[in-house]
């Protein structure tokens, strides 16, 4: 009936033509029957358009109620009250659903100024001293139309409410899951940004330094080109680690730790390998942080060493501070060089110091990277452990 108003209006018209036609046939009065049958069609018609025209048909019954009372009053053996006359009631409730209160007042006034009429000037002359009840049953029955029409109205206020909230929250979740995905898309863009950019840019630097060392130190190319060889290795391992994120969760039980402070020796370990001093300095408690937060540590020093690598030149050096002070943790990583060389080939995509920073505003942290006054280059990051 929701879905389809006409089909459930003109169920209800059909009712209440079956029970007029009897009363269009063999009902008293003088009036001609065509005339009567003309007058409940327009009481019964407009009916089939209630919900869709409300106004419009609820005024047509209107008009058409005072046509029946006018004509009944010239026909004092008429019937007063017909089954058609139910139309002035579902009006009345039509009304108060579908227009609302102040429309419903409007039609409320001219119904009951029609329900005086009525009781005055046909039940009046036809009863003697108890022609006032019939007013007041029909004027109770009209105001069970309104209640009626209230309580229906505010189930319908209720029920639509209720449902824009959930297109809201069907909405807000389609963008949370917007915005989780985006979130991971960017992490996992971080994390291969950080593992290709450092594993490639040790092996370029290695690559060159073998193409010099080959005729004339052969055993330093042999060490260089170890060195790639377990680079490429561990460049794959975190990459295979990293789309795995993407696959199904059947291979979840094949797992790898993720690095983390404790790794951070090892890291300066393979950096001077590649030829780039580096001296490492932890300070405070290291190991208990959460994994989250040790990643990210990993994860600046990284970068911020493959960045030295690339652009500090040869004979350059580079200091790692990591400190645990309070509830935060201090980074400084420093070089003293002087820029890229010619001779090495540029990899870089300018998104390095944009991960860096991401990954210190992922932990509500800050990151500073620029030029030092004395030549070089400085990153000073501070994440607090709160939180994460």
């Known amino acids: 009936m929701r879905a389809h108003p006409t089909f459930g209006d003109s169920l209800l018209a059909l009712f209440l033509v079956l ?114 009840i019939a007013g007041v049953a029909v004027m109770v029955l009209l105001a069970f139309c309104w209640t009626l029409g209230e309580f229906v109205g505010a189930r319908r206020a209720y029920q639509n409410e209720v449902e824009q909230r959930l297109r809201l929250l069907e909405t807000e979740r389609d963008h949370q899951a917007k915005i989780a995905v985006a979130e991971e898309r960017a992490r996992i863009a971080r994390e291969l940004h950080d593992v ?113 690598l690339k652009h500090a030149g040869a004979g350059a050096s580079a200091v790692v501070r990591v400190a645990r002070i309070g509830e935060n943790i201090e980074l400084d990583i420093t070089d003293d060089g002087f820029g890229t060389p010619h001779e090495l080939v540029s990899i870089s995509g300018g998104n390095g110091l944009i991960g860096m920073r991401e990954r210190a505003n992922v932990f509500g942290g800050t990151l500073q990277a620029g030029p030092r006054p004395g030549g070089g280059w400085h990153v000073h990051a501070v994440l607090p452990i709160q939180g994460t």
Not at 34 to 39: M, P
Not at 64 to 80: N, V
Request: proline share 6%; hydrophobic share 45%.
């Open 19 to 132: 029970f007029e036609i009897p009363q269009v046939i063999t009902g008293p009065g003088d009036q001609p029957w065509w005339l009567r049958a003309l007058v409940d069609v327009g009481l019964i018609a407009p009916v089939v358009m209630r919900r869709r025209r409300p106004v419009m048909a609820c005024y047509t019954i209107l008009f058409a109620g005072y046509i029946q009372l006018l004509i009944d009053a010239l026909d004092k053996t008429s019937e007063p009250l017909r089954p058609s006359d139910m139309a002035i009631g579902i009006a009345l409730y039509t009304m108060v659903v579908y227009v609302g209160r102040r429309q419903a007042l409007i039609y409320g006034a001219w119904v009951t100024g029609g329900t005086v009429l009525w009781t005055v000037w046909l039940i009046r002359p036809r009863m003697d001293d108890l022609w006032w």
């Open 196 to 308: 290709v950019a450092h594993a490639v840019s040790v092996m370029v630097v290695q690559a060159d330094g073998a193409q010099y060392a080959v005729n004339t130190n052969p055993e330093l190319a042999e060490r260089a080109i170890k060195t790639i060889s377990s680079t490429g290795r561990e460049a794959l391992t975190e990459l295979r680690r990293l789309l795995g994120v993407l696959r199904a969760e059947e291979n979840t039980d094949e797992r790898t730790p993720q690095p983390g402070t404790n790794s951070l020796n090892d890291l300066a370990e393979r950096v001077r390998l590649v030829g780039l001093p580096v001296r490492l300095k932890l300070k405070g408690e290291l190991d208990s942080l959460p994994a989250g937060i040790g990643l990210g540590i990993y994860r600046i020093v990284q970068e911020a060493l493959t960045n030295t």
